[in-house]
């Protein structure tokens, strides 16, 4: 069943339409000045109603001093229109409610998110767009009308990413799946319910963007207030929601309102309070006091934030997370006794981890499924939960624990679950790749031209023994004193003569391990190499010996290396303290070696650091940069630059090449504006560009005109000859519109299915005419009068808002179906 089928279906229509007694209140609201006298008539009507409204108004919210049993003084107390507002989300509520307890659907998630949006929206708006402020609670409260009346009435068609559980809470990718299917996104599907609902004076631009929280800047404030209304329930109802996120959140709430943060503290224990208090008196259940973030200060938010970010530059793998945890213990909550589970970054057994009084931390055991890890403890404790993944447990005997420092703990695992959610993805990631780089079976040292030592890894320390603390050097003497014997002239002859770039040799010798004597065969290899206009030697030994027993091939030790590092899809480099590239990837050698990395790189916009050196200081930067490979305009790269432990001065760079993601951000930013079959502006643009183009025709006295169209025989070429064939339709009727018409002063849009609209500039009557009867006959001749179009024309008039003009197109385009078709009918 199509959307359009519903719309059009009776019985289904009435499954959730208004009652009499809402449209009455809702005709009120619309007005000016609602009149009290109506008001109060319609609400004695209904006994229950009355009494509940009541108990809201004596509610702790409005803290008033006696209590008020009489509709009369609560108007004069609260206001006509604070009553009225009441008035409508109790009806709202009740009616909802009773239609929506189906097939094991509790709607009272959602609705807690309906309240909260719409209390939260009213108290924004009385900060931002005072004037506004009613009609954006009554816009908030009815903009997720439409999931509720598809959940009733026809829950098949809601799309897959729509949780069937909580409608209203937005998923990724869901605006852009509602549009595809129906034309639509379900804000702009709730404004055409409602107006199909006989409460068209509530008219809501604000409906159709309640979720862009990313373009809120480029909206009027009636619709910010939605906006930031809307994200914020999700937040802070997000029994699911990220922490981190909800903090930010808090922080962009803070600045949009500006306000300062024992204000914005304020302003949230206001919205909780009638929240609340709305709730309670609603017969609604706020579930497990801890779930929701708005029971929590943003103090305490902050604290645990700031905590679970040690986890993110964590060293030393995952008995460092256990170590940093156990201290945050200690000093806020004085656990000492307690045990923990953390899965592994890179499968799903876990380790256990214990510490008891006085005791310290103990790993008692690794490598355990989810259902098998031996606790000992079998008190309180706290899952580490990430995006509903589980990524540990926690538990401790929780008896001599307050209340409120209970409610603390929890909320500090919830921040550090997504704290380590990250540690997994990131830094634990990065250790693994330097602990492989220094556990390999090989002695890596750098020289410079004249065989002094530079840098040495971990296995050159161990090949060389006590030589290499002993202050020493050259490395031809550091040879002699760690293994016994020398290098030979070869190695003076490699170091004199400039034309000798490599030098190898087998030593065997006698080594001491740990005070025992053993019998080893060192392959020593090197090569000369020019880095950011010095030569140097790189120089690799190996115990061959020790690999044959391994069964490893021997003398790879610069090509196992270099494969390593080039078996990475990131470009790695090496630099100095000035930004010099003194190695990168082979791959790569020839493009970047020798470079300076701040005359072949600049950062993004979103940089906030100085760009320079001072950025080596830090233990770990990540930037964004355009990089140039050569002298062309550069690629987008992410660097993740890090110290090198024990290297001197030298940094490590991993850079990811970007250019992919870009590209596919572009594509789906051309998604969301244009029409993916004809090219044309789709529906969401055409609504955003007819807004425009009346403002800027009111600014300027310059006319606009609409013309609005749908294919006749369309219906029957699909049907007979296939829907390929239909598409083929609907691109050329695109191609004609895009030839037809002014670039830049023009704008044609796929309205949805058959339906087209075109909104043209600086027109008067006549000339629009003229422009559409010139694009119907060139469909007319294109297809052979197979298809044609019928559809209606207008002009903006005083007082026209989008929403009118296309009313009286479409009903134009009715009366030009009625004649026969294949003709424009003027709306006016």
């Not at 949780?163 to 998923?171: E, L, P």
């Not at 001491?512 to 053993?518: H, I, K, Y």
């Not at 502006?681 to 609005?708: D, K, Y």
């Not at 609209?757 to 297809?783: D, Q």
Request: one cysteine or more.
């Amino acid at each position: 069943m199509s959307l359009d089928d519903i719309l059009e279906s009776p019985r289904l229509m009435m499954k959730l339409s208004f009652p009499p007694v809402m449209l009455q209140m809702m005709q009120e609201a619309c007005k000016p000045e609602p009149d009290f006298a109506v008001l109060g008539k319609i609400i004695s009507m209904d006994p229950a109603l009355s009494t509940t409204i009541l108990n809201l108004v004596n509610s702790p919210f409005y803290g008033l001093s006696q209590e008020i049993s009489d509709f009369k003084r609560a108007a004069v107390v609260l206001g006509t229109r604070e009553l009225l507002n009441l008035a409508v989300t109790v009806t709202y509520q009740k009616h909802i409610c009773k239609h929506m307890e189906l097939d094991g659907y509790k709607i009272y998630d959602d609705w807690m998110l309906t309240v909260w949006g719409a209390i939260s929206a009213q108290l924004i708006a009385t900060r931002i767009c005072p004037e506004q402020a009613d009609k954006v609670y009554l816009c908030c409260l009815l903009k997720d009308i439409s999931l509720f009346f598809l959940r009733c009435a026809a829950p098949g068609e809601l799309p897959v990413e729509i949780s069937k559980d909580s409608v209203t809470r937005s998923d990724p990718g869901q605006s852009e799946t509602e549009n595809e299917i129906w034309g639509m996104n379900h804000g702009a599907l709730s404004q055409l319910l409602l107006t199909r609902w006989k409460m068209d004076t509530l008219n809501c631009p604000s409906l159709q963007h309640h979720h862009a929280i990313d373009e809120i800047d480029t909206f009027d404030l009636p619709t910010q207030a939605v906006i930031l209304a809307t994200r914020w329930a999700e937040l802070e109802l997000g029994s699911s929601a990220a922490p981190f996120n909800v903090l930010q959140f808090e922080v962009q709430l803070q600045r949009s309102l500006d306000m300062d943060e024992e204000a914005i503290e304020g302003f949230r224990e206001v919205c909780r309070t009638k929240f609340q208090s709305m709730l309670k008196n609603l017969g609604i259940s706020e579930g497990g006091e801890d779930a929701n973030f708005y029971n929590h200060s943003i103090k305490s938010l902050q604290s645990s934030y700031f905590l679970s970010l040690e986890l993110l530059t964590a060293e030393g793998g995952i008995d460092s997370i256990a170590r940093i945890i156990g201290r945050h213990l200690k000093l806020s909550w004085d656990i000492v006794s307690w045990e923990l589970a953390l899965k592994s970054p890179h499968t799903d057994k876990y380790k256990l981890y214990r510490i008891n009084d006085g005791s310290g931390l103990e790993l008692v055991a690794k490598d355990c499924i989810a259902g098998e890890i031996p606790w000992q403890k079998r008190g309180d404790g706290e899952d580490i939960i990430s995006r509903k993944i589980l990524f540990g447990r926690f538990r401790f005997n929780s008896k001599n624990i307050k209340s409120e420092d209970r409610k603390n703990l929890k909320l500090y695992f919830r921040f550090i679950g997504q704290a380590y959610e990250h540690y997994c993805a990131k830094q634990h990631l990065i250790e693994d790749r330097a602990e492989t780089l220094d556990t390999l079976p090989l002695g890596v040292a750098s020289l410079d031209i004249q065989g002094d030592l530079i840098d040495m890894n971990e296995e050159m320390i161990r090949l060389l023994g006590g030589a290499s603390i002993s202050g020493t050097k050259n490395f031809n003497d550091l040879f002699k004193l760690g293994v016994g014997a020398g290098l030979g002239a070869s190695w003076t002859v490699f170091l004199e003569d400039e034309n000798r770039k490599s030098f190898s040799k087998i030593v065997c010798v006698s080594l001491r391990t740990g005070g025992m004597p053993r019998d080893a065969c060192l392959y020593v290899s090197a090569y000369k190499q020019t880095r950011g206009g010095e030569q140097l030697i790189s120089l690799v030994m190996e115990d061959i010996r020790e690999m044959s027993e391994s069964q490893i091939q021997a003398l790879k030790q610069r090509d196992f290396l270099e494969g390593l590092v080039d078996s990475m899809r990131d470009v790695v480099l090496t630099v100095d303290r000035r930004g010099n590239i003194t190695y990168a990837s082979s791959r790569f050698s020839k493009i970047f070696l020798g470079r300076n990395i701040f005359d072949i790189a600049t950062p993004s916009e979103t940089f906030t650091g100085r760009w320079g050196p001072d950025m080596f200081e830090r233990d770990k930067t990540v930037v964004e940069v355009l990089l140039k490979r050569t002298d062309t305009a550069g690629r987008p790269f992410e660097f993740v630059v890090s110290k090198l432990a024990g290297s001197g001065e030298k940094s490590l760079i991993v850079a990811r090449d970007l250019t992919a993601i870009r590209r596919l951000e572009d594509k789906l930013k051309r998604q969301a504006i244009f029409d993916g079959l004809t090219d044309l502006f789709n529906h969401t643009q055409f609504n955003t560009l007819m807004a425009r183009e009346i403002n800027r025709s009111r600014r300027t006295g310059r006319p606009v005109g609409l013309l609005f169209f749908d294919l006749d025989g369309f219906k029957a070429v699909n049907d007979t000859e296939g829907h390929q064939v239909g598409d083929d339709v609907l691109k050329g009727v695109g191609e004609i519109l895009r030839n037809e018409l002014r670039s830049g002063m023009d704008f044609p849009c796929r309205y949805g299915g058959d339906e087209f609209g075109v909104i043209v500039t600086e027109v008067r009557a006549e000339a629009l005419e003229k422009i559409g009867n010139r694009i119907r006959l060139r469909v007319e001749k294109k297809f052979s009068g197979k298809v044609t179009i019928s559809g209606g024309l207008t002009v903006l008039k005083e007082g026209d808002t989008s929403v009118s003009m296309l009313n009286r197109v479409d009903k134009a385009t009715y009366e030009a179906k009625d004649l026969g078709g294949n003709v424009l009918v003027w709306a006016d």
